[in-house]
């Protein structure tokens, strides 16, 4: 029997797209984990469907986008006048927030008319439309994989619609501690569809075991050995840490061309140590932070300036939202302060961009960095690093992680772990990993390639599927008996 079809459905499609005439469009890979992490999902025969960055409301377009999509194995979602209160509101001004500790927003926007319930209105009507496209594009035997805080409610409109779907649902963020879960106000709405899934995933214990407080605190509905077990209903909660596509990085890292940049970049940081940061300009990351744990640094460490420089690039996302636009100021006022304290006519001690960059670039920035610094705040995984890992050469780097990061679970044993909040911890982490020794940074080194190369994102969509597999079958034949 072969492998059943995939509908992969998440807020975002891999690529975003830019309208450039009034029937060509141009595309972007889309920022952010879940889609570096579901590219290298090869194995399956795969449908995507989500929404590709932007709003279409002439019949041409729509035409036009649906059939380049098409093209790239997406189907496309238009969320029209529900977008802004779905995507800036409710997921990202609301759900993010809570499910990264940062608390509920004390206005939910500074705009009267836009409430709670408006937002979550949009949420709800959104979650409809995703469900309404799965519908059309559904074939009996496939299976539908809905991803991330975007789709809560979509299992279980699914399941009411079809109780023989095989569903699962993954969060690709942290799922906080029952005590900050139970501040939103839709929270029972949103874990009983969650809950119609037959599988549910996290990428930690931490988050799974957060996920079962929760279900046992708001709806009385203890985990058992089976799963959670709601009237009968078993939901299997599991973990299933992400990873990359290896061999992507690994390859990328020795071609000419980024052999190439890494002497350019060499050459152009003249012979400065690099500390390198890459992250979504997001709240969560803790760029501010790191910022100032830099700035620690240079305080501390005379003998330093001037010897080494910190790159952070930092990819924008969710402008349609004040605090991205407050983090960026704040991050550029960090960077003036720094580089006016420390640089010199020279040299400036921290680059920031507020860009991504070109894919072979990134790998030979990876590769001639002595030092990774993640400082999330809260993360669900956090990518960069095992990328980071993957792109290593000849003289390793060594990788400072939050603890608050997912990532620190696994990449933890060949890592520096640290408090973001604690300023001092991490300034004095930068010294130990600017001054380790070859041997253990080549130590360190081992540890985590191993994991990178054994956890790939393959893997972990097989272990996924394979277990939605096995429960879903299992389900049928108890029914047939
Ligand atoms: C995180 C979320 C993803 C999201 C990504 C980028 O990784 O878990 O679901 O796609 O951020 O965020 P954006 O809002 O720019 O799509």
Not at 302 to 310: F, P, Q, T
Request: with cysteine.
């Amino acid at each position: 029997m072969g492998r059943p079809r995939l509908l992969v459905v998440s807020m975002s499609l891999p690529v975003t797209a830019k309208r450039v005439g009034e029937e060509s469009w141009s595309f972007t890979m889309s920022p952010g984990g879940l889609v570096s992490a579901l590219l290298g999902l090869k194995e399956f025969e795969t449908k995507w469907i989500g929404w590709p960055g932007v709003d279409v409301h002439d019949a041409v377009g729509k035409q036009t986008l649906s059939v380049a999509l098409a093209e790239k194995g997406c189907v496309l979602v238009f969320l029209e006048e529900v977008c802004d209160q779905y995507y800036n509101g409710y997921c990202n001004n609301i759900l993010w927030p809570i499910f990264h500790y940062m608390g509920t927003p004390p206005e939910y926007r500074n705009d009267a008319t836009i409430t709670y319930e408006s937002q979550y209105d949009a949420y709800k009507k959104a979650n409809q439309i995703f469900f309404d496209v799965v519908k059309e594009h559904y074939e009996d035997g496939d299976i539908v994989w809905c991803h991330d805080y975007h789709v809560m409610l979509l299992p279980q409109y699914l399941k009411e619609y079809n109780s023989k779907m095989k569903v699962g649902w993954f969060l690709h963020t942290p799922f906080p501690s029952s005590e900050m879960y139970k501040t939103l106000p839709s929270r029972s709405d949103l874990l009983c569809s969650v809950l119609a899934a037959d599988l549910v995933g996290f990428h930690t214990y931490d988050f799974a075991r957060h996920f079962e407080d929760a279900c046992m605190c708001i709806l009385g509905i203890e985990a058992t050995s089976e799963g959670v077990v709601d009237q009968g209903k078993v939901t299997q909660v599991a973990v299933f840490p992400i990873g990359i596509e290896p061999e992507r990085f690994i390859n990328t890292s020795a071609l000419s061309e980024v052999i190439q940049y890494m002497e350019k970049f060499k050459n152009d940081f003249g012979g400065r140590k690099l500390i390198l940061g890459v992250d979504r300009l997001d709240t969560i990351k803790g760029i501010p932070q790191k910022y100032q744990a830099f700035e620690k640094f240079l305080e501390e460490n005379e003998d330093w300036r001037g010897k080494v420089m910190l790159l952070q690039i930092a990819v924008p996302t969710r402008n349609g939202i004040g605090e991205y636009q407050k983090i960026k100021d704040q991050c550029h006022g960090l960077v003036g302060r720094i580089n006016g304290r420390f640089g010199s006519i020279s040299a400036v001690q921290i680059i920031h961009l507020d860009c991504s960059i070109e894919f072979n670039q990134l790998c030979a920035l990876y590769a001639i960095t002595d030092v990774l610094l993640v400082t999330s705040l809260r993360d669900g995984m956090n990518l960069v690093s095992s990328e980071f890992v993957a792109c290593q050469k000849a003289e390793k780097g060594v990788l400072i992680l939050s603890e608050f990061a997912g990532a620190g679970q696994s990449l933890g044993a060949g890592a520096l772990l640290v408090n973001p909040w604690d300023i001092k911890e991490v300034s004095t982490a930068i010294g130990e990993a600017l001054n380790m020794s070859p041997e253990e940074k080549e130590r360190k080194h081992k540890i985590n390639f191993e994991y990178v190369k054994t956890h790939s994102t393959q893997q972990w969509a097989d272990d996924f599927m394979n277990k939605l597999i096995e429960i879903t079958t299992n389900a049928e034949l108890q029914a047939a008996n």
